[in-house]
């Protein structure tokens, strides 16, 4: 009985099992095995390794975005002159990933609390104008009296109502063009501990004085004139100014970290959003971009206003990373998936004893002289030893 276990456990952990394989001479079955073998291969080498870089292991980053706009204006309406700076035409105050930077506006000056005509909205009698009622596209609540002289329903509002049908055109703030931002993006891969900013090597304060972003003698610049953001996303400023639009500003780092980490360096692309119907934007039924605001001030014991109807560029800057590093574990992984292939194609077609190891392996039969019922038509399940 001990000589049994004994022989049992010594067959367990030193004798080595494999199946016997029956090798069958046939062209058509050999030529679809080897183009199989080398689909795998292929796969492995072209797509897991090359292309999907499967013996890495990647990470996303945690990134900062900090802005700032330049540049001044220079407005004359109806003899107004006016000087624009950045705290009058970015929306909201410096230092956002996403803003709004004013291109054109209509103003409404001296408005007051108090009771006025609509400008649509047509009227016949009082009954047409219901008191303390409130419409969604009116200025204010209705009092219920058609005023004669205009034919609409007065309204307690904001005295004068706003008339915002005609946008002026050219943009009053055409001078935008040539605005400037600058952006400052720094960005940690955690899983590396590698820290990154777009302030690369190379880039020093006396560089950044002079420098302006360029797709290809400036690209890691990154100061960016305004009309040159607009025509890099595709559309047109003089079209965009007047009615406002938005454009995406993409800061793409993409890196590998198997090299020197000073090559991990940002890339910038440009994308309209949505602004001009015959341009990039197809919604015509709601073109450009625009707001509201207010400024409140006393005149005469008396609260009023000024109201701009602002049209203006959204730029909204977007991080997107990945960054990759060799990692045993991924790489060991892939080479697992098709270990088997590559194995046999090395132990049976590369190595000195390659025909010894076909023999010890295969048994030969040729499927145009094998009787289908001889013991050798069949697969031999045998173990050899």
Known sequence: MKSKISNALSDFFFEYETPRQVLVRNRRVGVVCRLIQLGVLAYIIGWVFIYEKGYQTSDTAVSSVFSKMK????????????????ADYVFPSQGDSSFVVMTNYIITEGQKMGKCPELEGKCSSDGDCEGG?????????????????????EVLTWCPVENDHNIPDPPLLMSAENYTLFIKNS??????????????????????????????????????KLGDIVKLSGFNFKKIAKEGGAIGIVVDWTCNLDVAVKHCKPKYEFHGLY?????????????????????????????????????GIRIDIIVQSLARKFDIIPTLTAIGSGATVVCDLVLLYLLPKREFYKNMKFKYTDTQTQDPDSEAGSIETAMTK
Not at 73 to 82: A, H, I, L
């Open 187 to 224: 960005v940690t891969f955690p899983l590396f501990g590698v820290t990154r900013s777009n302030l690369v090597e190379g880039i020093n304060y006396a560089y950044i004085k002079t420098c302006l972003y360029h797709p290809t003698d400036s690209p890691l610049c990154p100061i960016f």
């Open 71 to 86: 540049g001044v204006g220079y407005t004359n309406v109806s003899g107004n002159e006016m000087v624009w700076d950045v």
């Open 133 to 153: 009622s409130l419409k969604r596209t009116g200025h204010g609540q209705m009092t219920g009296v058609c005023v004669n002289a205009t034919k609409t329903c």
């Open 275 to 311: 602004g001009n119907p015959d341009e990039t934007d197809k919604a015509r039924a709601s073109m450009g971009y625009n707001f509201r605001y207010a400024k409140h001030y006393m005149e005469d014991k008396v609260q009023k206003r000024t109201l701009l109807k602002v049209f």
